[in-house]
């Protein structure tokens, strides 16, 4: 929707797509919400629905909104709905791809209480990379490369012992955990007169984020309007109303978690990554599935198989004929006052 959210908010947002902050999710209208589909639409339809692919990061669907990511596969599920009290599980707040990976270890996180619902907890005791010590044989920063065969152990003293003139080997002097992550990518050493060469040739290191391409320029994981770090107030990653509208759509009205649709229309998202769009549109048959819930709650829907997931309810009178844009994830959107119809709510 138009407005983004707080810094302090989005920065729990990227949080919680690496570590599992789980704070609460995104306002429609944050970067993530529109560049990740938010419902369906433009984007869904160029491909984007699901998992997102961008610039080597991906991101699922069901952290689109800002919310921890609740696939099977993920290392954090801190938020998500859990069986029962009292039960725990196996966790990682690291990337994906430095799991199980030299020192890094899975820590624990318990199913408890939180208000109404059951939810998985922190992520307790994983051990996360550190800098690589290039003399204790392991591989502390998680890379797969141990002491002196790390690019980052290349200037170390310990690891410049003699070579072949003209040989040559990766270097990189970037800050860890930033190698080969975005735009980061390891130099060249040339061995000269028997000695590693003092510089690191064509290494690229983290620079400032670009806001305006989907690269992760920082190395952060997250690239261009998805770093909310650096660019949730950059005028090209607010959502903005669809413009020209089509046919039959209308502007939301307010923006965030109080954004609404009027009755029988849902948010429909569009642009790119940069210049994203929202538009309030009407409900088709083929709009009838969870992620357009609202949809459900219409006659165009009625004994859809797409919506037998979803509970419907009338919509109560104090939401004025106004649906909430964003009912699209569910334990998530279940305190939601205006969605018409329901997903899972059990927590479970």
Do not use: I
Request: proline share 7%; hydrophobic share 25%; glycine share 14%.
């Amino acid at each position: 929707m138009p407005s983004p959210r707080t810094a302090l908010s989005l920065g729990c947002l990227a949080l919680a797509l690496m570590s599992g902050c789980s704070a609460g999710k995104t306002e429609q209208g944050s970067p993530l919400d529109a560049s990740l589909g938010g419902d369906t639409g433009a984007l869904d339809g160029a491909g984007l629905d699901g998992d997102l692919q961008v610039d080597g990061a991906t991101a699922d669907a069901d952290a689109r909104d800002g919310g921890p990511s609740c696939t099977p596969d993920a290392g954090d599920q801190a938020g998500c709905g859990c069986p029962a009290v009292g039960a725990t599980q196996p966790c990682f707040t690291g990337d994906p791809s430095e799991r199980h990976v030299g020192t890094c270890k899975d820590g624990t996180q318990a199913c408890a209480q939180q208000g109404e619902f059951t939810a998985w907890g922190a992520c307790t005791g994983d051990v996360k990379p550190v800098v690589e010590n290039c003399t204790n044989g392991l591989d502390d920063d998680c890379n797969g490369l141990v002491d002196c065969k790390d690019p980052s152990c290349a200037t170390a003293a310990a690891c410049n012992t003699g070579c072949t003139n003209g040989a040559t080997r990766a270097c990189y002097t970037g800050p860890a955990g930033t190698l080969n992550v975005g735009t980061c990518r390891a130099g060249t050493q040339t061995c000269v007169s028997g000695k590693w060469s003092t510089t690191c040739t064509g290494q690229t290191l983290p620079t400032a984020e670009n806001c305006s391409d989907p690269k992760d320029h920082n190395c952060n994981h997250f690239p261009g309007c998805l770093d909310v770090f650096a660019c949730a107030t950059a005028a090209v990653c607010q959502t903005q109303c669809t413009s020209p509208l089509p046919a039959g759509c209308v502007c939301p009205e307010g923006s965030g978690d109080t954004a609404t649709c009027p009755k029988g229309t849902f948010s429909q998202t569009g642009g790119s990554l940069v210049n994203p769009t929202v538009a309030c549109c009407p409900c088709t048959a083929k709009d009838c599935s969870e992620s357009t819930a609202n949809c459900c709650g219409e006659a165009v829907c009625a004994g859809n198989a797409g919506c037998g997931g979803l509970t419907c309810n009338p919509l109560p009178s104090s939401c004025n004929g106004k649906v909430n844009a964003d009912c699209d994830d569910f334990p998530e959107d279940c305190d939601e006052p205006c969605c018409e119809c329901y997903g899972n709510c059990s927590g479970a």
